[in-house]
Each structure stands twice: as structure tokens, then as C-alpha cells.
């Protein structure tokens, strides 16, 4: 694979790690962080032989000098930029300081395992080297998404999606049959569920389906009469009240959405901030 293959990725989180994998590319980590910055710790960025860089580790005010510090290296060290650096013609604007490890030799072969682990939906690690204060980074599945529906929302829905780059699965309540779970393989933890019914009784054997799974996320539309007719008819079923408590209703990041387009926005607003929220979690 070529280096600008590996451009393609559509998490953006995976981007320096996938261009990493090319002979003569280097790789910048955040390793430590002080004071307020714009990047979580771990965040990391590709240099390219040619000076081009994949990913970001800020807002454009950084780059450049990473680019350069790291041609200059030829074995991973770690150099302080912003507050507490000993160099004074470079400043963060945020006011923090940031730990980087320069490393122009990340191991390839580690990074090689961790993308093919990554294709297969798993949580995997890559091993940072001395003198780095974080031992490894962690990576997760890009995001996915499942929805099932009727109607203007779920078209609003895939239309965002796919304007952010986000892995979707749309079913149509014209693919299902009513009564009955929609028969698809279930979902891994980094895949969250939206069920976007006006008819809601087609929704009990979709969302048994979904709690059956690891997803992050499982929410369906509606308002409070729906939400509890859902749940009387759950433990009708037999479902635990725990299991219960997974299910999200009303969706949303924003209460009271009037439109498709609204509350197809402030859906995929819940479910990526959640998403983000799981880089977090040992």
C-alpha cells in the first residue's frame, strides 16, 4: 500500500497511524499535556519524506515545527513546545504546553498489527518507545452506525452521515417485516443503533435485537408516551430493567427538535459526543 492509499481512511483518528505503516514516515504523539489544549492526550500526526503532514495535533500553529524538529532527528525523543519550553521563539496560543514524541522510526511492524486489528472491529494498542512518559497508544474502531426507519428523518440521518464520513447502515422499515428482529449480524461496542419510527410497533423486536449486542448506543425516537408503552412492553417480554437502561429516549442533544433535519443533527451530535467519550476509558 502507498502512502497515498493510506490518505483514505475515514477515521480520522486512524489517518497517522495508517500513514505511519510507509517506510520513511514519521510519527508525532502528544504525550503529556499542560494547561488547556485543543488535542486529547495520544493525539498523533504523520510526516511524510516530503514535509507533508496526516492528522493534527492543533489548529495550524504547530505543524510546521513538528515537521521540522522531527526531520532533524534520528532516534524518538521527546521535546516540550508552549509553556515550560526552553525555546522562546515558539508559543502555543492556547497558553498549555504540550510533551511530543518525535519518533522518525515508529515501529512498523506494530503499526502494521494495529490497523489490521482495527479492520477487524477490535480495541488495539501500539507500544511507544524510550524516553515517552506514555507507554502505549490506545485506538478504537472507527465509528458505525445502524439505523432503522421511515420517512424524512432516517433520509436527513444517512445524509449527515455521510457528510461526516460515518460508516452507515441503513434499513428501511420496507426491508423488514413487522413483528420481527430485522435478522442482521449483531453490533460490535463501537457501533451505536438508532431506531427513527413514527409507527412504533414495529420497534420492540429491533430494540430486543440491538440489546442483545454491544452497541454504545441505542435510541428511538419519540416522545414520552412512546417511551413508556416501550417499556412496559420490554418487560412484558421478560427484559431486565438494566438492559432497559440502555435504551435512549427522547434522542438527542438537543430537547425538542421540530424538524427531520433538527433532530437528525442533534442525534448524530449524542451518538459522536458519546463515541468520543469512549477514547477516555481504560
Partial sequence: MTVAETLCDPCVDHEAL?????????????????GGFSRRLGAQMAVLPTGRTVGSLSDGCLERQLASDLAQCDAPRVVRYGRGSSRIDFRLPCGGGIDVLLDPTPDRAGVRRAIKELAARHLTYLDLPAPSPLRRRRYLPSLRLR???????????????????????IVPKSALSLGNSSKLPPVDAWTAVLLLFHDHEWEVPLIEEALSGDAFYIGAQGGENARLARVAELMRRGIDESEIARLRSPIGAVPGCKTPHALALSAMAEIVGLYDSLHDRD
Fill in 147 to 169: 439505523v432503522f426507519g421511515e420517512g424524512p428523518e432516517i433520509d436527513a440521518v444517512e445524509r449527515i452521515a455521510e457528510a461526516a464520513g460515518v460508516d452507515s447502515q
Fill in 18 to 34: 495508517s500513514a505511519a505503516r510507509s517506510d520513511g514516515v514519521g510519527l508525532c504523539t502528544i504525550v503529556g499535556i499542560e
